[in-house]
């Protein structure tokens, strides 16, 4: 069973950064596409950032110019630097990787890591 290990999610003051990882547990899993997600109680999961095997990257309006996304595939490992961080971008996040494993196409999630901006 594969797996998504999230960690640096915290609390952070309006204008700081965070870097948020994304470890998937079985170095056998040819990961394609990594995304990831935020979700504030009460509304839809958002998209917020992905990038494809080839490095290319896409952004959601909202953390364009101060999101970045980026993954190293030797570790299998996918990141979200997020820096000018506002409260508005409060919420749980979520990585999401599609691959194969074991010949299995497999779409997991992470478990999620709370990030909180203070004003």
């Known amino acids: 069973q594969v797996q998504l290990v999230e960690s640096g999610g915290g609390l952070v003051q309006a204008g700081g950064s965070l870097r948020l990882s994304c470890a998937a547990s079985?170095?056998?899993?040819?990961?394609?596409?990594i995304d990831w997600y935020r979700q504030v109680p009460g509304k839809q999961r958002e998209l917020v950032a992905t990038?494809?095997?080839?490095?290319?990257?896409n952004y959601g309006d909202s953390v364009k110019g101060r999101f970045t996304i980026s993954r190293d595939n030797a570790k299998n490992t996918g990141y979200l630097q997020m820096n000018s961080l506002k409260p508005e971008d409060t919420a749980v996040y979520y990585c999401?990787?599609?691959?194969?494993?074991?010949?299995?196409?497999?779409?997991?999630w992470g478990q999620g890591t709370q990030v909180t901006v203070s004003s």
């Open positions: 999401n990787a599609k691959g194969y494993t074991s010949g299995w196409y497999r779409d997991v």
């Open positions: 990038i494809s095997t080839s490095g290319r990257t």
């Open positions: 079985r170095s056998t899993f040819s990961i394609d596409a």
